[in-house]
Nanobody, 127 residues
Framework: QVQFMESGGGSVQAGGSLRLSCAVSGYAYSRFCAGWFHQPPGKEREGVAS?????????ADSVKGRFSISMSQDNDKKILSLQMNSLKPEANATYYCAAYFVYGGSCTRTPYEYTMWGRGTQVTVSS
């Protein structure tokens, strides 16, 4: 069973930085797409960034140049990270990590493609 454990959420002032981490265990395949999503209060979940097992990345236009997604290995766990810099108040949301198996090709940021999800971590940005 694949398990996700998110951490790193919290409160920060506008212009500040946060780093989110997601420890993924139980995923037996070498190929994958993984991503971070945010869901502001009362709004739909949206893809922020994705990373493929070959290291290729995909970002929403609103975060390009400010956010960075990465994947690393820590013993038997994959660590999915999202470095968020120059945070804006509109980043207030619950952030989720997610993944899906893929044979090849680029990764999407469309939520319905992702089959495995974490429980979310809250990010609050004050102006």
């Amino acid at each position: 069973q694949v398990q996700f454990m998110e951490s790193g959420g919290g409160s920060v002032q506008a212009g500040g930085s946060l780093r989110l981490s997601c420890a993924v265990s139980g995923y037996a395949y070498s190929r994958f797409c993984a991503g971070w999503f945010h869901q502001p209060p009362g709004k739909e979940r949206e893809g922020v960034a994705s990373v493929a097992s070959d290291g290729s990345t995909n970002y929403a236009d609103s975060v390009k140049g400010r956010f960075s997604i990465s994947m690393s290995q820590d013993n038997d766990k994959k660590i999915l990270s999202l470095q968020m810099n120059s945070l804006k108040p509109e980043a207030n949301a619950t952030y989720y990590c997610a993944a899906y198996f893929v044979y090849g090709g680029s990764c999407t940021r469309t939520p319905y493609e992702y089959t495995m999800w974490g429980r979310g971590t809250q990010v609050t940005v004050s102006s």
